[in-house]
């Protein structure tokens, strides 16, 4: 590959969620391309436990490469794509899940501000609503403030540049995966190292621009679902990056679930309990 990456888009995907979500996928992609140009790439990696070596195409689109492996896990997938970027020399890196829907609003919005300051990042708007707006002076409406990764979760949110994650990869204990011990967390870990590595405390970001993602389901599954996982990023970072904030921010964690007790929601009781054993490592 001999010309220019400007971004590389490391998509993660399951099979499965290929076949459900391939349409909206594409135009979330095509919305991202069409901002960015042909110094643009789209690397899928398409995960199937059962996968054959004829199983989908090859993408008949010239700037979208997919990789099948029959390895599940989120962060597996998204270190290949790390390591695809490094190979053909991106200066920026993107992760797109199978859900998670860029208006053009929101590519352009990164698109101008990924050389005025390191890490853009735009909102994550649990709704499946689109984005339909044009670009307009919304886009010139950013803040710069402090991020805290706990509360600023989804990694790709964020406009990363390669040079800067360094020997920083997702650990493969944690997040989505058949094989994981934690179904939650990479994100988190993957974003503190980044953050302490590269010295970044400000982030540009819209209040107008967002990314969107189906809303979670109301029973609180995916809380419980998550929470073990949860509890055990607490105990890695307070191993690693220990500081008063963050133990406010742990002590912030198990007091919602304590509190989410008090009101009887829904699965309460077993995430307080999950998040516990996380946290203790039982």
């Known amino acids: ?20 979500c391939k349409d909206k996928l594409l135009q979330s992609l095509i919305n991202l391309h069409s901002v960015f140009g042909d110094e643009c790439i789209v690397y899928v990696v398409l995960q199937d436990e059962n996968i054959k070596d004829d199983f989908f195409p090859e993408s008949d689109i010239d700037w979208i490469i997919i ?15 790390i390591e695809k970027s490094i190979e053909c020399g991106a200066k920026h890196i993107l992760f797109h899940d199978a ?18 300051i390191e890490t853009p990042k735009v909102h994550l708007c649990f709704s499946d609503s689109h984005d339909s707006r044009k670009v307009t002076d919304l886009l010139t409406d950013v803040e710069v403030r402090q991020i805290n990764p706990i509360y600023n979760t989804y990694v790709g949110s964020y406009l990363l540049r390669v040079s800067n994650i360094k020997n920083n990869r997702f650990n493969n204990n944690y997040g ?9 967390g990479e994100d988190v870990l993957f974003l503190f190292d980044y953050f ?8 540009p970001r819209s209040n107008n621009v967002v990314i969107y993602h189906p809303p979670r389901p109301s029973d609180y599954s ?6 073990y996982g949860q509890g055990a990023l607490f105990r890695e970072l307070l191993k690693n990056h220990k500081s008063g904030k963050l133990l406010l ?8 679930a304590f ?24």
Request: hydrophobic share 45%; proline share 1%; net charge positive.
């Open 99 to 116: 859900t998670i829907y860029w208006s053009y609003t929101a590519a352009q919005f990164m698109f101008d501000q990924k050389t005025k």
């Open 196 to 203: 302490k590595d590269n010295n970044l405390v400000v982030i």
């Open 176 to 184: 989505p995966g058949s094989k994981t011990q934690y179904k939650s």
């Open 259 to 282: 509190a989410r007790c008090f009101f009887f929601k829904k699965n309460a009781f077993s995430i307080l309990l999950n998040r516990l054993k996380g946290f203790i490592g039982v």
């Open 249 to 256: 921010d742990c002590l912030l964690f198990f007091g919602n």
């Open 67 to 81: 990789r099948k492996i029959k390895y599940m896990g989120v962060s597996n997938a998204r270190n290949l794509c």
């Open 1 to 20: 590959m001999n010309k220019k990456i400007e971004l590389l888009i490391g998509v993660t995907v399951t099979a499965k969620d290929w076949t459900f």
């Open 222 to 227: 995916k809380h419980l679902l998550y929470a």
